[in-house]
C-alpha cells in the first residue's frame, strides 16, 4: 500500500484506511475513517479507530455529527489518548 501511494502521490493514510484526526482549538475533533463509537459520555467519548481506541476527555463532550466514514465531537476538550 505505501507503494501505491508513493506512485500515486496520496497520503499513505488515505490508501491504508488508516483513521485520520482533525482537532481545532479545544473546540472540535473531527475523525475521518472510524470504526464506531465502543462508549459515549457527556466526559468521554471512546471511538474505534480500527486497531486503536481514541478517548476524547473533556466536559459537555457531543456528538453533533456521524455518517458511515466521519464523525464531529464538540464541548470542552481536555486531552486525546491513543490505545
Known sequence: MERTA???????DLVAGLPR????GCRELR???HRGILA???DEIHISGGK?????????LELKAMNAGELLITGE???VDFS
Open 31 to 33: 475523525m475521518e475513517n
Open 6 to 12: 508513493e506512485v500515486f502521490d496520496l497520503p499513505g
Open 21 to 24: 484526526v482533525e482537532i481545532t
Open 77 to 79: 476538550i481536555a486531552g
Open 40 to 42: 459515549y459520555g457527556e
Open 52 to 60: 486503536m481506541i481514541l478517548k476524547v476527555r473533556g466536559a459537555h
